[in-house]
């Protein structure tokens, strides 16, 4: 019989007006966000050795290390991402075999300026007293950069891309040497 | 016939039903389709050019944003691809991994190809209950990858991660519900007499034209060819499954639309079998690999049957740790390329339902 199969069209949607609702009321209700998603970045400094395997993975040229030398150990100033060009592959993260590169669950990275967007999370001085000095002076740097602030500062936005490409690539090869 | 003057028409490239930036110049005679010549390129990123300023494995992400519904499925070919070359052995619980994923992957796809169709038509309810299961799948690759669609999931000699814990239970009782929800579709859409009428006998395509132009996938079975990759020429662990290759009549739009729909139940159970077989499977997920990749100087061709058709990944090396020339075998790309024929004859109103029941993408389109 011709619209049999529009009959039963309408019964289906008579079912499923009464199934439970699946859509999520964002943002007064939320998802919960699986352990592996690839969400903003968080850094341990404390691990971090800026060897520079993860620059180096990236397909992208995301990351930028930065890094000076103090005596005779290298002292990692600033760890910055280009986050707009990120395409949260998570080569980077795999990459890092001192476990100090991770993705949180944090997916809100929206900013209202261009210039808020790189993702700054080290950027401090380098002490000027080598060795014995470096301990303390690492872990007080933690304490106020362990959490990645998307307020990028922003006094100086994006620094000139090539510089620090540039200083990550050398830092990586004396790494490999 | 009478015939008018000819007009010409742009479709697209700003036109929902051309799912992405694509437009067709038809040439009409009143309503009537006297020429349609596809225009693409709009989504050009050059991909097989980024590709050989990459490492091997950084073109991994990239080969996701071609067809970015299947992103499994791109991601294999690819690394198979790769193994290929350098002869990469890769453990049995990544193989498995990688069917699961890529056929969650695959029926993701089908449920948009089978729901933008719909849609297309004007069912949007069907669409809306295409989207619903397809979100339930999101989300188990979320668990499994991190990410919902662009996967980068499959790794050169493996896969990225083991599945984590319950994953498996879940997805297999999502897989068990799958038929159910499937006989929805085929309620809501397929019985449906407008839905039919305005698909039956459109588009026909013959199987004779459809190898000629070397078309694949839904596309091509649907014609009536039986030609399947994961059955032809088995790859992976492909051969250890029990399963069907869904074959159209008439070579219409219902029928592509159909073999996509059956396709689906086909693809559960294989999930169905491979998620039975895995457990009896330990190990690891990613095989001995080199940490810098070098393969031989050389070239490889590898395709495996995407949700679109066959896609085929063509890399030749010259020793370095970048690949000298990657180029892709996209399957939506070749089988838009009967469109023109296709079309020629129709009502306008037509074309829409016919590019729909191709299923492209046009990422994958572009490249
Ligand atoms: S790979 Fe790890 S340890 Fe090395 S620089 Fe990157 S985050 Fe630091
Ligand atoms: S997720 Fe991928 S693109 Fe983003 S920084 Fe890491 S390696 Fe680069």
Redesign the interface.
């Known amino acids: 019989m011709?619209?049999?199969?529009?009959i039963?069209?309408l019964?289906?949607?008579w079912k499923?007006f009464w199934a439970p609702k699946?859509t999520v009321q964002y943002p007064d209700e939320q998802h919960t966000v699986?352990?592996?998603?690839?969400g903003r970045f968080v850094l341990d400094v404390d691990k971090c050795i800026a060897c520079g395997l993860c620059a180096n993975?990236?397909?992208n040229k995301v990351i930028s290390i930065e890094k000076q030398k103090v005596g005779k150990k290298q002292y990692m100033t600033g760890y910055k991402m280009k986050i707009q060009y990120c395409?949260?592959?998570?080569?980077c993260v795999?990459s890092c075999n001192k476990d100090a590169l991770h993705?949180s669950k944090d997916f809100n990275m929206n900013q209202y300026f261009y210039r808020d967007i790189p993702l700054v999370l080290v950027e401090r001085e380098a002490p000027a007293e080598p060795l014995e000095e470096e301990e303390p002076a690492a872990k007080a740097g933690d304490k106020e950069k362990p959490k990645p602030k998307p307020k990028a500062k922003a006094e100086k936005p994006a620094e000139p891309a090539a510089q620090t490409e540039v200083a990550a690539g050398k830092a990586s090869d004396k790494e490999g040497q | 016939m009478l015939r008018t003057q000819e007009y010409f028409l742009n479709f697209g490239p700003q036109h929902p039903s051309t799912h992405g930036v694509f437009q067709i110049i038809l040439t009409l005679d009143g309503e009537r389709i006297v020429k349609g010549e596809p225009v693409c390129g709009y989504l050009h990123r050059g991909i097989e050019k980024l590709a050989e300023a990459?490492?091997y494995?950084?073109?991994?992400?990239?080969t996701?944003r071609m067809d970015y519904l299947a992103a499994m499925l791109q991601n294999l070919g690819y690394v198979q691809a790769v193994e290929k070359l350098m002869g990469i052995e890769v453990p049995e619980r990544a193989e498995y991994l990688r069917v699961i994923s890529g056929e969650l992957s695959r029926i993701a796809s089908h449920l948009i190809g089978i729901g933008v169709n719909a849609l297309d038509i004007g069912a949007f309810?069907g669409f809306l209950?295409c989207f619903?299961e397809r979100?339930k799948i999101m989300?188990l690759l979320?668990?499994?990858?991190?990410?919902r669609m662009?996967l980068?999931y499959a790794r050169i000699g493996g896969v990225?991660?083991d599945a984590?814990e319950g994953w498996l239970d879940r997805l297999k009782k999502l897989m068990d519900e799958m038929p159910g929800y499937i006989e929805?579709y085929q309620?809501?859409?397929t019985?449906?007499?407008?839905f039919?009428a305005r698909t039956k006998f459109i588009g026909i395509l013959s199987p004779e034209t459809a190898i000629n132009y070397s078309l694949s996938g839904p596309t091509l079975r649907g014609s009536g060819v039986n030609y399947d990759l994961r059955k032809a020429r088995p790859y992976g662990v492909y051969d250890r499954f029990d399963f069907e290759v869904p074959l159209g009549e008439n070579g219409d739009c219902f029928d592509r639309f159909l073999c996509r729909m059956l396709e689906m139940e086909q693809s559960v159970r294989i999930i169905q079998q491979a998620v039975e077989q895995i457990k009896e499977v330990d190990g690891p997920v990613i095989g001995k690999v080199p940490k810098v990749l070098k393969p031989p100087k050389g070239e490889v061709y590898h395709e495996i049957e995407s949700s679109k058709g066959i896609i085929g990944y063509y890399v030749v090396s010259d020793g370095s740790n970048k690949p000298y020339r990657v180029h892709v075998r996209r399957p939506s790309f070749i089988n838009l390329g009967y469109l023109d024929e296709m079309v020629r004859g129709y009502l306008l109103a037509d074309v829409v339902a016919i590019l729909s029941s191709i299923d492209i993408v046009l990422g994958e389109v572009d490249c």
Do not use: M
């Open positions: 011709f619209g049999k199969g529009l039963k069209g019964q289906i949607t499923e699946l699986p352990e592996r998603f690839h993975a990236c397909p395409l949260f592959c998570g080569l795999e993705f | 990459r490492t494995t950084q073109v991994i992400p990239y996701d309810t209950l619903r979100e989300d979320e668990e499994l990858t991190g990410s662009t980068s990225a991660d984590p929805e309620g809501l859409i019985g449906n007499e407008i039919q």
